[in-house]
Structures are given as structure tokens and as C-alpha cells.
């Protein structure tokens, strides 16, 4: 009786309105996942479990406490959760509509990926510590602000110059806008996940901060082992060949018409 009364009420606005909120819901797990946020979900699911079981068994004292713990939580949600909203927020505004145009061609997009892989790779060798991101959709200049402006042609003898060790600017990140050095010597968020290896350094962690909280790409030589990395996402990438580098920065600093469609053949063939 009830299903009839149901299918007779159903209208064609159900369908799209179920649909919208299974597409909100998946892009939500897309978002989610590989992030803090997880184990926290799985926290609060594990709370919701222990009240329902509380409640059909009558255990009042437990069930009260769960209770409040909940209201609570409703107010601590959007502290807990910020990082992970305001990347959501970020990726809202990336949309097409809201899309940066690049003043930058390709081929000078190329140029400057090769300029900073050949001072990489010198720096590498000598091990040279460095910390050079790419900025993208999101606009960077709030680390920008943090360091010495430049707006200077992008070179791979400047680059190294740069990271000399003992001088001002060393210590800090460079920033790329438009194939040009914007600034350096910024200061970049360290991340806050707990689960990295212990054998990344401030350099690496402050590459994964940056990335967890834009869309930047950011590129890191290792101090002590020389090693080249790069970051994008909150994840890092080590331990590639110079040429599948190349590869990932080249993928994601195409326009953003062709980026989404880049990037699944890059995955795909990594």
C-alpha cells in the first residue's frame, strides 16, 4: 500500500534530485579521501553505532552522554573539518567559470620546467636543498607577501643562485607565476598529518602543507640525500626518474580546459 502511494507521488524532479545528491555524496568521498578526515569519520560513525545500540537496549546514562558528546561535536565539525572545507571551497571557485587565464604559452610553460629540472638536477647533484613551486589556479600571494619580490625572468643560473646555502634567500620557497620567478625566500604551511616517514624533513613537509591547502606544484631537492620530489594534492611523489618528473609538471600546468583530461592519461600510464 505504501509502495503504491509512493510510486504514484514519485515525479521526474525525485530522479534528478536523487541523482544531484549521489553525485554530492560521491565527489564528498572523492574529497575525503586519503585525508585526516577519514579516521575522524570513521570516529564519529563509530559514536552514532554505540547511541543507536544505547537507545534500543534503554541504556539512559550512556545514551545521555553520547547525546551531548554529539551536540558538542556539531559545533566542533567545522573547526575539525577546516582544512578539508576550505579545499572544497577552493575546488568550488576552481571551476571553468571562475578559470585563471595563463599569460604563459606552452612552449614558455615548457622552458621553464626545463630550467627548473636542469637547476634540480645540478642542485641534486650537490646536494643543494631547494624548494620551488608552481602556482596555478589558486593564487599564491599570500605566501608570496611572506618573501622578498622579484618578478624576475626565470633562469636555472638564478635558480641556484638562490639556494646558495648561507644566503638570505636559501632557507625559504620559491615561487613561479607565469614562467616567472615571483618571489622567494616565502614561507610555506608545514603539514599536520602525522603518518609522513620521519625522513622528511621541514622542506618536504612544508611542500605537502602548501599543496594540501592549493593547487600548487611544488618541487623539493633533498638536503641531505639529493633527492627530487615533487608534491600536488597533499601527497608527495619520490624516488621518480627526471624524465616521468618533467612528465607530471608538464600535466599539470595545461590549461585548464585540458588539465582533467591530462591528468587521467597521466595516471593511466604512471
Known amino acids: 500500500m505504501h509502495i503504491d502511494a509512493l510510486i504514484h507521488t514519485f515525479r521526474l524532479l525525485d530522479i534528478l534530485d536523487i541523482f544531484v545528491v549521489a553525485i554530492g555524496i560521491y565527489y564528498l568521498y572523492k574529497m575525503l579521501k586519503d585525508t ?5 569519520l ?38 575539525v573539518f577546516q582544512p578539508e572545507l576550505r ?32 637547476a634540480a638536477r645540478v642542485m641534486s647533484r650537490e646536494h643543494t636543498g631547494a624548494l620551488i613551486v608552481f602556482e596555478r589556479e589558486v ?23 638562490i639556494f646558495v646555502p648561507s644566503t638570505p634567500l636559501h632557507d625559504g620557497a620559491l615561487i613561479i ?3 616567472r620567478i ?16 620521519t625522513e622528511l624533513g621541514t622542506r618536504h613537509r612544508a611542500a605537502i602543507g602548501l599543496s594540501e591547502q592549493t593547487d600548487a606544484v ?8 639529493g633527492t627530487i620530489s615533487y608534491t600536488y594534492g597533499g601527497h608527495i611523489y619520490r624516488h621518480l626518474p627526471e624524465d616521468q618528473i618533467k612528465e607530471a609538471l608538464r600535466t599539470f600546468m595545461e590549461r585548464p580546459r585540458q ?8 595516471r593511466a600510464n604512471k
Open 36 to 40: 585526516r578526515a577519514v579516521a575522524l
Open 42 to 79: 570513521k570516529g564519529i560513525v563509530f559514536l552514532a553505532i554505540i547511541n543507536l545500540i544505547s537507545h534500543l537496549f534503554n541504556l539512559y546514562v550512556i545514551n545521555w552522554i553520547l547525546q551531548q558528546s554529539m551536540t558538542v561535536l556539531l559545533f566542533a565539525l567545522p573547526v
Open 87 to 118: 579545499r572544497a571551497l577552493e575546488q568550488l571557485g576552481r571551476g571553468r567559470i571562475f578559470s585563471k587565464a595563463q599569460n604563459v604559452n606552452e612552449e614558455e610553460m615548457d622552458m621553464a620546467i626545463n630550467e627548473v629540472m636542469a
Open 139 to 161: 593564487g599564491l600571494n599570500d605566501f608570496v607577501d611572506t618573501g622578498i619580490l622579484m618578478d624576475a625572468v626565470l633562469s636555472r643560473e638564478l635558480i641556484k643562485n
Open 177 to 179: 607565476r607565469d614562467g
Open 182 to 197: 615571483r618571489a622567494a625566500g616565502c614561507l610555506l604551511p608545514l603539514t599536520e598529518d602525522r603518518t609522513l616517514s
Open 218 to 225: 611544488v618541487v623539493v631537492v633533498s638536503e641531505e640525500t
Open 259 to 266: 588539465t582533467i583530461t591530462s591528468m587521467w592519461k597521466w
